[in-house]
């Protein structure tokens, strides 16, 4: 059942996450998705705490010149952070053993930022989460990489699959922001939208 949400807007998703899309829609909202590639390269001047939300922005941006006058836009861009370095989406196998090594016993944090986009402004925020990891050993992490595949998630890992069943020692901050929407706070924000 959809929750009347009184938007004077036409929701769009620019995301092909399927978790960002289960979000949106356990929330409640009506949306639809729009996809589009861009570079997602950060620039070096950027400080790793700020640039989930500068490409949250650039991400939204891309689709300023194709919305329509009462289109709102979501778009949203999720990092992982261990010791001020960004761990981004592992390439190869043993791109992912090494990060999920390095989080195993320690604690990082996950930043989603999010921008809303209409014909009129762009806001966006970000959200911080630490995540502690128990102690994992190769074997875990060998059978969590095999049987997820993990290479379309920051930091080598999905907190809602098994390796975050297992291995999560504590959580300070929003769950939801570690899937990859602050769902809380978009809700939050909306709702200032609202007629």
């Given at each position: 059942?959809?929750?009347?949400?009184?938007?004077?807007?036409?929701?769009?998703?620019?995301?092909?996450?399927?978790?960002r899309?289960?979000?949106?829609?356990?929330?409640?909202?009506?949306?639809?998705?729009?996809?589009?590639?861009?570079?997602?390269?950060?620039?070096?001047?950027?400080?790793?705490?700020?640039?989930?939300?500068?490409?949250?922005?650039?991400?939204?941006?891309?689709?300023?010149?194709?919305?329509?006058?009462?289109?709102?836009?979501?778009?949203a861009?999720?990092?992982?952070?261990l010791?001020?370095?960004?761990l981004?989406?592992?390439?190869?196998?043993?791109?992912?053993?090494?990060?999920?090594?390095?989080?195993?016993?320690?604690?990082?944090?996950?930043?989603?930022?999010?921008?809303?986009?209409?014909?009129?402004?762009?806001?966006?925020?970000?959200?911080?989460?630490?995540?502690?990891?128990?102690?994992?050993?190769?074997?875990?992490i060998?059978?969590?990489?095999?049987?997820?595949?993990?290479?379309?998630?920051?930091?080598?890992?999905?907190?809602?699959?098994?390796?975050?069943?297992?291995?999560?020692?504590?959580?300070?901050?929003?769950?939801?922001?570690?899937?990859?929407?602050?769902?809380p706070?978009?809700?939050?924000?909306?709702?200032?939208?609202?007629?």
């Open positions: 059942m959809k929750f009347n949400f009184d938007l004077p807007y036409k929701v769009v998703l620019g995301s092909k996450s399927p978790r899309k289960d979000l949106l829609t356990q929330m409640g909202l009506d949306f639809e998705i729009r996809i589009k590639e861009i570079n997602e390269e950060i620039p070096e001047h950027i400080n790793a705490y700020k640039a989930s939300e500068y490409l949250a922005r650039l991400k939204g941006s891309a689709y300023k010149d194709s919305l329509k006058e009462n289109e709102l836009i979501i778009t861009d999720t990092l992982v952070i010791e001020e370095k960004i981004g989406k592992p390439e190869n196998k043993k791109e992912a053993m090494d990060m999920l090594m390095s989080l195993s016993d320690n604690k990082h944090e996950v930043i989603t930022g999010v921008s809303l986009l209409c014909d009129t402004f762009q806001y966006s925020f970000s959200e911080s989460t630490e995540v502690d990891f128990f102690n994992l050993s190769r074997n875990e060998e059978h969590y990489i095999e049987a997820f595949t993990p290479f379309d998630k920051a930091g080598s890992y999905g907190i809602q699959e098994w390796i975050g069943l297992i291995g999560t020692a504590g959580i300070k901050g929003c769950f939801y922001n570690v899937i990859g929407l602050p769902v706070r978009l809700y939050q924000e909306l709702k200032k939208l609202s007629i």
